[in-house]
Every structure is written in C-alpha cells, then in structure tokens.
C-alpha cells in the first residue's frame, strides 16, 4: 500500500491506524496485537497516545498488515516536530 503524505501533514500515526487497520479490518486491540505477535498493553498504549510509535511497532504494521514502516515513523516524526517540539 502506497501512501504519499504532503510535506504540511503533521498528524499522530495512532488515530489513523486504529480507523484504518483495526475498525476496517474490525480487530480489537488483542486481536490486532496477537495477529502482530505484541503485548496487547504496548499496542494499547501506543493507540491511546500513552507511546510513541517505535521503529519495532512500525515495523509489525508493515510485516502483517502491509503498511510501509517508513511512512509510518513519517508520520510520528512529523508530528513529533510539529506539535512537540514547538511546545
């Protein structure tokens, strides 16, 4: 899956996976992280903005849903230094 982001995208990875892979591929949070072969906690935590997104974490995204792990840590780079950084 091909996904091309603007340089002014600046949004937290987290809101976009859990619409995108787990409410359309309707998982919950267990089921996601057992099919990623994580702790159902870390998953959680990610999703519920209590963690950033880990390079490891993109990396299960991209190996069982095809997401490219690159993109993702994009994403949280980006919004990393939009909205933390400038706070």
């Known amino acids: ?3 091309m982001l603007p ?3 600046s949004v937290h990875p987290r809101p976009w996976l859990k ?3 787990l409410d359309h591929c309707g998982l919950s949070v267990k ?3 057992d099919r990623m072969d994580v702790a159902d906690q870390t998953l959680s935590d990610m999703l519920n ?3 950033a997104l880990s390079s490891k974490m993109a990396l299960r995204f991209e190996e069982r849903f095809g997401l490219p792990a ?3 840590l994009l994403m949280q780079a980006r919004y990393d230094a939009h909205y933390l950084l400038r706070n």
Request: net charge negative; proline share 0%.
């Open 1 to 3: 899956m091909s996904i």
């Open 7 to 9: 340089t002014s995208f």
């Open 19 to 21: 619409a995108e892979v």
């Open 31 to 33: 089921d996601a992280a």
């Open 49 to 51: 903005g209590e963690a």
């Open 70 to 72: 690159q993109t993702l």
